[in-house]
């Protein structure tokens, strides 16, 4: 049986770049599991792209401009402009002609949409396609609770389906307390993986498990994670 897995990048990232960044995690699972990355709907602000895109390396600028870079919302007075006019319809549209999922991985504003997606299923939310099922995990990098008051009321707490979380305490862009804090409204969760990789996914998922807290409920594990099926 083939895992199917969206996945989704962060703020100022594209697909063509996160792919690149799933490399460790896709020679970790296997075959058995299909990633599908697509890119958000919604270009950064130029001027945020002056800011971030001088910090990226040569060859992550390569992979930056493939497509440009890329949001699933952009913030202004705590209120995510594009999520309801355009995010919510592609990623319909994705359910539509790449779906049903098994689950979904999101990294930084990645990670906040995919616990939005999620609890919106999980409710039953006329906002989602009716063809995506519950899901039977997410994986969480960088996670945080979503800012925007509105969306955050529509996910109800705590919530159920089985998580992954990752993340690294000297995080800069998220600290490790917002996805400390995200982690403590899922029910029954502590699965976690600990890296040192700053605000990027892992790049050592081996070393990350053995930094990570030995009595954790692995069954979320990206070594087993077939057993949440």
């Known amino acids: 049986m083939t895992i199917k ?3 989704l990048h962060g703020y100022g990232q594209n697909k063509v770049y996160f792919r690149d960044q799933l490399n460790v995690i896709k020679s970790r699972l296997g075959g058995s599991v ?12 130029n001027v945020k792209k002056q800011a971030i895109y001088p910090k990226y390396s040569k060859k992550a600028k390569k992979l930056l401009d493939a497509t ?6 952009n913030l202004e007075n705590n209120n995510y402009i594009g999520l309801f006019d355009n995010t919510l319809p592609y990623i319909n549209y994705i359910i539509e002609k790449y779906g049903p999922f098994n689950g979904i991985l999101g990294f930084s504003q990645g990670a906040c949409l995919t616990f939005i997606l999620n609890g919106l299923i999980e409710s039953k939310s006329p906002l989602i396609n009716r063809a995506q099922p519950p899901l039977n995990f997410i ?9 925007d008051p ?19 305490k000297e995080d800069k ?3 490790s307390e917002y996805s ?3 982690s403590n409204l899922i029910l029954n969760n ?14 050592d998922y081996e070393s990350a498990e053995k930094k990570s807290a030995p009595n954790r409920d692995r069954t979320c594990d990206l070594g087993v994670i077939s057993t949440t099926l």
């Open 5 to 7: 897995i969206l996945c």
């Open 34 to 45: 299909e990633f599908i990355t697509i890119d958000a709907p919604n270009f950064i602000p």
């Open 68 to 73: 440009g870079m890329k949001c699933w919302w």
């Open 139 to 147: 994986v969480l990098s960088s996670g945080f609770f979503p800012r």
């Open 150 to 168: 509105n969306i955050g009321q529509l996910i109800p707490l705590p919530t159920k389906t089985p998580t992954l979380n990752i993340l690294d």
């Open 173 to 175: 862009v998220v600290k």
């Open 180 to 182: 400390l804090f995200l």
């Open 190 to 203: 502590n699965n976690y993986v600990f890296h040192n990789n700053g605000h990027n996914m892992p790049n």
